[in-house]
């Protein structure tokens, strides 16, 4: 692994010189990372309800959108008989959801800090690509629950992402740059990827009621929809990334070729999370 060396009061007037950056996925419109095998975002625990996630793009974000906190946030509300929390061995966040067990609005939920949201609502018009690493432990019953949703009430209306357990978009976006995904978690298990990018939002964005960003279980956490009940599956979180492709100046295919390429590493033999190991989920029906 290499070092990263910091120098204070030296100012480079070449202005050709590469930029070092935190994870080589980063760039000038990069909003969130969340990277649970990266050196300065591990989980040192199971995060609790309002626990706050580091954002390795913190710095980057916090130039974009200015004051405010730009951490992600941990919403829960369950039943100890209708979800299972842990770590995996490789530090992943893992999240076992009952089929038999779980009630109208049993959650676990990632969710976009409110500064960030507020940058989003103010500007709907921007380009923006996002992606998910996860580890379906547990297949899904019901692909069309959602995972993430960054929308309105109406959420199948007026949203800026929305996609569904399988990787699809939920709604009816005509604003889709591109949209790849290589495991469907209604039909087996696995390492899984879903990346998508938009040029706008599709409706109207006012309040974004719903915040997730990774949704376990595939159930929002407003909790007006509950179509994973009985359905969810399981699985572990290690990487979230949304950036602000018109702030960057990159297109989807460029941003989506560098996320690939560090999925594959990932999880590939000697990546940081190949071979994890964790519960079986069979252990809460």
Known sequence: MGNQITLSDVVFTDTSLPILRDDPLLSSGSLILVDVGHSKGRLSSVPGNGALISNIAGSIASEIVGAG?????????????????????????????????????????????????????????????????????????????????LAESAYSNDFLIN?????????????????????????????????????????????????????????????????????GGSQVMYRVYLEDLTVSGRTYAEVKAQDDALYASAFAVGGKFYGDTYTAPSILP
């Open 69 to 149: 906190s730009v951490s992600p946030e941990i919403f829960t509300n369950f039943a100890t008989n209708a979800m299972l929390t842990e770590l995996s061995a490789k530090g992943g966040l893992h999240v076992i959801k009952s089929k038999v067990n779980d009630v109208n609005n049993t959650r676990y939920t990632l969710r976009i800090p409110a500064a960030i949201r507020a940058y989003l609502l103010a500007n709907p018009t921007h380009s923006y690509y996002f992606s998910i690493w996860q580890q379906v432990t547990r297949s899904f019953d019901d692909a069309s629950a959602p995972i993430v949703v």
């Open 163 to 231: 996609i569904g357990t399988n990787g699809s978009p939920l709604g009816a976006s005509t604003n889709l740059l591109g949209k790849a995904t290589n495991l469907d978690p209604t039909a087996g298990t696995g390492s899984a990827k879903h990346q998508l990018a938009v040029s706008k939002a599709t409706g109207t964005l006012v309040n974004m009621a719903y915040t997730d960003l990774f949704i376990f279980g595939g159930c929002p956490s407003a909790g007006v929809m509950n179509s994973a009940l009985h359905k």
